[in-house]
Structure formats: structure tokens, C-alpha cells
Nanobody, 123 residues
């Protein structure tokens, strides 16, 4: 089964940028969709973005649209969440998740999850 490992969390000032990485570890599968979710204290887990294997289909939450992008490196089985113009409300633990098929906003549709990485945004 696929395991996902995340890197790139940290502290950034509002208006800054940060890139999260999510790499498949162990068994891998082809043509998966990578989703990104975040969970802030006192909040429900929130969909952030998703990208299909080809990159043709992408989905972004309205709160991050225009600020976040989802680059990919298929050769390395790695997906990225490029976060620009970060806001304090973006602070959360971010999770990458993978699923078969196309992008979806429902967390329950993703079978594999990363361990989470903390993103802190200071004012």
C-alpha cells in the first residue's frame, strides 16, 4: 500500500510563500490524484486543492484559489503545494492524500494520507 511523506512545513510571515512536498513511499501506483487538506485548531478538516495525475484537472478551494498551485514531478512520484501570499488564516496542519481516479473534495474518498506538516503564518 502507498505511504505518503510530507515535507516543507514551517513558519512564514503573512504575504510570504511556502512549498509543501508530498512523496509516495513504499508501494506506488500510477495515475493517482493528489489532494491537499488542512486542519486548523477548532476547525473541521478543510479541502484545499487537488490535482490529477496529468495535471489537466485541478480543483481549489475558494479560499486559496489564485494563491495556491499544485506543481508536480511525476518522475519522483512527488506533488507539491505551492502556497503564495499566505495569510494567518492559512495556518493549519496540512495533509496530502492520494486516491485513484480524478480529483475530489471529499476527504473520505482518499485512501492514503500523509502524516501532516505544520504551517504557521505570523502577522
Amino acid at each position: 500500500q502507498v505511504q505518503l511523506v510530507e515535507f516543507g512545513g514551517g513558519l512564514v510571515q503573512a504575504g510570504g510563500s511556502l512549498r509543501l512536498s508530498c512523496a509516495a513511499s513504499g508501494r506506488t501506483f500510477s495515475r493517482y490524484t493528489m489532494g491537499w487538506f488542512r486542519h486548523a485548531p477548532g476547525q473541521k478538516r478543510e479541502f484545499v486543492a487537488a490535482i490529477s495525475w496529468t495535471g489537466i484537472i485541478t480543483s481549489y478551494a475558494n479560499t486559496v484559489k489564485g494563491r495556491f498551485t499544485t506543481p508536480r514531478d511525476n518522475a519522483k512520484n512527488t506533488r507539491y503545494l505551492q502556497m503564495n501570499n499566505l495569510k494567518p488564516d492559512d495556518a493549519a496542519v496540512y495533509y496530502c492524500a492520494a486516491k485513484n481516479g480524478g480529483p475530489a473534495v471529499e476527504a473520505g474518498l482518499y485512501a492514503y494520507w500523509g502524516q501532516g506538516t505544520q504551517v504557521t503564518v505570523s502577522s
